[in-house]
């Protein structure tokens, strides 16, 4: 089982190191975007676009992943980006938060 998780997550994992830069380059959001990124996970993608735009909110529901992003984005010093826990099916957010967003989900196993 072990064996088959690895395998899933490489070819489907949001960061797979093969697709995340089609990702990137597909979203491309302006400078000036307040940006969304449901079920942020750990933060492979809004890490990746954060220095491209004014602000980044990152939303997942679960808090582990949410703390693995924040550690993440400490580490390049991304101000503009904030971890938010929460309901992609219920956002947590007034309508006009984001001027563009995301939902990218990929698999990653649980640890």
């Known amino acids: ?62 808090e582990r992943m949410q703390a693995e992003l924040e550690r993440a984005a400490s580490a390049p010093g991304l101000v503009n980006l904030r971890a938010v826990v929460g309901d992609g099916q219920n956002l947590p957010f007034a309508d006009e938060l984001a001027t563009t967003a995301w939902l990218a989900v990929g698999y990653k196993p649980a640890t």
């Open 1 to 62: 089982m072990a064996a088959r998780r690895g395998r899933l997550r490489r070819r489907s994992g949001v960061g797979d190191g093969a697709l995340l830069p089609a990702r990137v380059e597909l979203l491309a959001p302006a400078p000036s975007a307040r940006a969304l990124d449901v079920a942020a996970g750990p933060g492979t993608l809004a890490i990746r676009l954060a220095p491209a735009v004014r602000e980044l909110v990152a939303l997942d529901f679960s």
